[in-house]
Structures are given as C-alpha cells and as structure tokens.
C-alpha cells in the first residue's frame, strides 16, 4: 500500500489511485478541475519521497526540481511513502480590475496582480478562487500591458464562469497560479508561416500570440483561423480585422458551421484551414479550444506534413465532478 | 589484432537525431493507412511517438533493449484487439517505406526488415 502524509496526517491510497482521488475520498480539499493532467490546477509539492515521472509531465523544470507535481496523475507505486503540501507557495493574490462583455456568451476578464507575473502570452493560469474553487484560463494579454486579460466562455452552471458572470465584483480578490503551458510564440524564425486555429474562447491566447508575434516583428504569412457553431459565438471580429488591415502579413479567417456571410466562411476549421492552407509544410502552428476538435485538427495537420514539435496545442479540458474518480473520467 | 565491431545499422544511419526525422515520417504513414490507424491514435501524440521511436531504435540494432517476453507483453492488448499477420506486413511495409524515402541503403534496408521479421511471433502472440 502507499501512502500519503498532508498536514500530519497519513492517507492510505487503494491500488493504481491517484493522490488527488485519495485524498479527495478521504475529505481533504485540493483544488482541481481537469483531473486529466490538462489544466494543473491540482499542482501539489512532494516535500519528502519520488513520484513518478508520469506526475510531472509538462512541468517547468524549476518546478519539477523543488518536487512539484500533479496529483490527478501521480500514481504511486505500492510502498511509496510520499509528504506532501499544496502549492499555496506559488500563488500570487490579484484583484479583479474589469468585467465586461464581449459577446452574449464571451466575458472579458482583466486582472492585476499583486506582484508581476512573468509569462508569456498564450499561456494559461489556474484561477483559484478563496472558496478553493480553481479552473484554467489562456492569457490573451502581453506581458507589458497592465493587467492580465482573460476570455471566459459561460458555461451553463458553471461554477467558476457563473460566478463571475453573476456575482463578481471589481476589487474582489482572487489567486493566480502559472503560468504554464507551451501555446506562445518563439522569437527567431520571422519568415516561417504561423498557423492559429480555435474554436470559442480558444481565441483567448491566440490573440495573444498572434499581438506577440505582430509585435516582435513577425514578417512571415500568420493565418488565424476562429471557427464558432454561429456567428454570434465569434467576437473581436472589428478588432481583428482592424489588426489584419494595419498588417498585410495577418489573416483574419473567421468561420461558422451555420450562417456564414460575406465576411464570414461557412463550414468546418479544417475544412477551412485545408482550402487555404494546403501545405503548411515547415510552419509553426498553434491549437486552442475545444478537446476533441484540438486534438483531431492536430492530427490533421501532422499528416499534412507539420513537424510535432512546430505543434502546440491546448485543449480546454472541462472540469470532471468530484465525486467522478478521475480514472472513469475517460478524459484520456 | 583488429577486432572491429560492425556498426548498427542505427549508427550507420546517424543515431538519434536519424530516429527523430524518421519517427515522424514513419509515424504519418502509420496514421494515414485505415487498415491499422486504429491501434496507433492515441490522445497523447508525443507519447506515441516516442513508442515509434523506441521501435525504430530496436528495428536498426540501436541502444534500446526488449525482450521477446516484452514485445508479447507489450502487444498482448494489441493481439486482443484482433491484431493478425497482416497488420504486421502493413507495419513493415511503411517501415521498409520510410528508410526509402530517407536515402537508407538496400542492403541496409534488408537487415532492418530481417530484424523486423525476427519479433513477428512475439508480436503477434504465437
Ligand atoms: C489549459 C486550459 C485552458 C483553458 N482556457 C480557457 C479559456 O481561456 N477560456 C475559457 O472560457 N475556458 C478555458 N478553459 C476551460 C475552463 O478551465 C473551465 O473548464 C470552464 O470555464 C468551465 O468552468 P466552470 O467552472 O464555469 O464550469 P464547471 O462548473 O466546471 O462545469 C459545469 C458543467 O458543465 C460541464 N462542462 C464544462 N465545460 C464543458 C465543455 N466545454 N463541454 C462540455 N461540458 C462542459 C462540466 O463537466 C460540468 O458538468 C481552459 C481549460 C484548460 C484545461
Ligand atoms: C516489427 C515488429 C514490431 C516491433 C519490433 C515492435 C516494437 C515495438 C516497441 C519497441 C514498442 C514500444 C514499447 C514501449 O516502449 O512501451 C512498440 C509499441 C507499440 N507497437 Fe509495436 N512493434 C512491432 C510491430 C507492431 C505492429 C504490427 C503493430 C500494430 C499494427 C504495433 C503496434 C504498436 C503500438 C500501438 C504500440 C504502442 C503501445 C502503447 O501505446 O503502449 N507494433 N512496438
Ligand atoms: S491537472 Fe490535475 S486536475 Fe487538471
């Protein structure tokens, strides 16, 4: 059997769990969301004892050498005896500055924190709440702007999106951890062709990277394609196409599955994506958004002849109900 | 007295980085062909790919070490899933495929498909 030490107490893990479904099971709270290593809002720090490999996956190496690691995926073997405390250490305080909308189902969120976070743009954050509530959010802003701009799709009974649709405040207080993922641009190769694709909020950090690319000077083809089941699911469009008219290197494609019009393509992204961009072969591309469409324009894309490593992608993994083990979640 | 170990076809080949270019080329072959895509989607892409890699590493005599009670092991859920001789001839044909397109010599390609044909038992369970 392993087990589990959090503030003085042991828990025992049955067979294969992880340490987030062990310690949830026995009444301890630890925020999580994805429970699929996806979002790594249940990033916890082994103070004594190894986890596996597998716990650290996609972790900075800062981090993974002061034991960080996820607790959804750590599965410790039998006889592992692990000490482990949150990752409170590593959360900054912030302040909501301003809610507003940008669409029927699109809220925009602008953060400052307490102390400045290094990212870049395109990355993501955990949004804990006081309450421990956490979910994952794309960093749409650059770093040198004031505050931290985040693109919330309300999700019917959602509990992070329905609070801050509802009852958010200006000034109420929250904590960011991150940031974290590999969706942001590299400076070095200003001619390669960019590729951006996202559904819905999956726009959040492509408008980011696609500001950082334009900013660094980028001068190669940035193709940004946003695709939305209806028109009214695309937003900053003006802003789009006005970013796309100062930049001739820019291209705005936004696309539905229903109700196109002149400006607005109808079909699906990879249709899209395939009309215009036959032979994205030597492009760096970028994936944001829905899992299942992520993950099948990725594949997609690397039969067209894109390199694994020019392909990043964020999949916007829901949150999976506590009470669900991770392992029946079926999120991988 | 010269004793001159015979380099691996791998290290002939130009070793790791070799590997990384064919993985993907080999990789995509695999994807695109309907008759055995289905035991290779994985949601986790880079972790398949490392897998290819570790068989291509093995095919051409490189440093990674299976046992015939590994690959039986390893494509045991594989073999549940109705994995048959012609699958096999299907991975083995984009393998011989791959080391075409990248300039790989006949007779180089021979010893790689020999290797290759040496794990169909353990592959396929027999
Ligand atoms: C790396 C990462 C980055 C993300 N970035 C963003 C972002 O920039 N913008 C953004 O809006 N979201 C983003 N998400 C998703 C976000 O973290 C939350 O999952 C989402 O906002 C819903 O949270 P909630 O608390 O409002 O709803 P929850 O209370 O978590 O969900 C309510 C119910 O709806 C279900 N549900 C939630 N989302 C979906 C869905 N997409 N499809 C089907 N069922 C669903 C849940 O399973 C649950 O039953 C990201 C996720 C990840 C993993
Ligand atoms: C030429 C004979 C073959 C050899 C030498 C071989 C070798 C290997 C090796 C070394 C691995 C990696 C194991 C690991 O690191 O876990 C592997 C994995 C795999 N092989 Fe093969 N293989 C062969 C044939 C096949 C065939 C015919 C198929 C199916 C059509 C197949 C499907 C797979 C799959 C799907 C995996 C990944 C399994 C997983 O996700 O865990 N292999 N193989
Ligand atoms: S990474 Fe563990 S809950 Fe999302």
């Known amino acids: 059997m392993a087990k589990v030490k959090h503030e003085s107490d042991w828990y025992p893990l049955e067979s294969g769990e992880s340490v987030l479904d062990a310690l949830l099971r026995q009444g301890v709270s630890i925020p999580n969301a994805c429970r699929a290593g996806a979002c790594q809002s249940c990033l916890m720090r082994a103070v004594a004892g190894t986890v596996p490999e597998a716990a650290q996956v996609g972790l900075k190496d800062t981090l993974r050498a002061q034991g960080y690691f996820l607790a959804c995926a750590c599965r410790p073997p039998e006889g592992t005896q692990l000490e482990v405390t949150g990752a409170e250490a590593l959360r900054i305080p912030a302040r909501i500055q301003a809610l507003s909308s940008l669409s029927t189902s699109v809220l925009r969120v602008r953060l400052v924190t307490d102390s400045p976070l290094a990212y870049h743009a395109g990355q993501y954050i955990s949004l804990v709440r006081e309450d421990g509530l956490a979910r994952s959010y794309s960093l749409a802003s650059l770093p040198h702007e004031d505050a931290l701009e985040l693109h919330v799709r309300l999700q019917p009974g959602g509990a992070m999106s329905g609070w801050l649709a509802q009852d958010a405040r200006p000034g109420d207080r929250l904590q960011v951890q991150g940031p974290a993922g590999s969706c942001f641009y590299v400076p070095g190769r200003p001619e390669q062709p960019l590729l951006l694709a996202g559904t819905g909020t999956g726009l959040a950090p492509l408008y980011g990277i696609v500001r950082d690319a334009l900013a660094a000077g980028h001068s190669g083809p940035i193709w940004l394609f946003h695709g939305a089941r209806t028109p009214e699911g695309l937003y900053l469009t003006s802003e789009l196409r006005a970013l796309a008219e100062q930049h001739p290197q820019f291209r705005y494609r936004p696309g539905v599955l229903e109700g196109g019009s002149r400006d607005v393509a109808e079909g699906a992204l990879d249709v899209l994506i395939r009309a215009e961009c036959p032979k994205p072969l030597g492009w760096r591309a970028w994936l944001c958004g829905d899992g299942p469409l992520v993950l099948s324009l990725r594949k997609k894309l690397f039969l067209a002849g894109l390199s694994l490593k020019d392909l990043h992608t964020d999949a916007f993994l829901p949150s999976v109900p506590t009470g669900q083990r991770s392992s029946d979640a079926g999120a991988r | ?126």
């Open chain 2, 1 to 126: 007295m010269s004793v001159m170990a015979e380099k691996s076809v791998y290290e002939q080949l130009g070793g790791e980085p070799a590997m990384a270019a064919a993985v993907e080329v080999f990789y995509r072959k695999v994807l695109a062909d309907e008759h055995i895509s289905h035991f290779f989607e994985d949601v986790d892409m880079e972790r398949q790919a490392a897998k290819q890699k570790a068989f291509l590493t093995m095919v051409t005599g490189g440093p990674v070490h299976y046992s015939g009670k590994d690959m039986r092991a390893g494509h045991a859920p594989l073999v549940k899933r109705g994995l048959n001789d012609s699958h096999f001839d299907a991975v083995a044909g984009h393998l011989k495929a791959t080391l075409e397109e990248l300039g790989v010599a006949a007779p180089l390609v021979a010893k790689v498909m020999t290797i290759a044909e040496s794990a169909r038992a353990d592959v396929l369970g027999r």
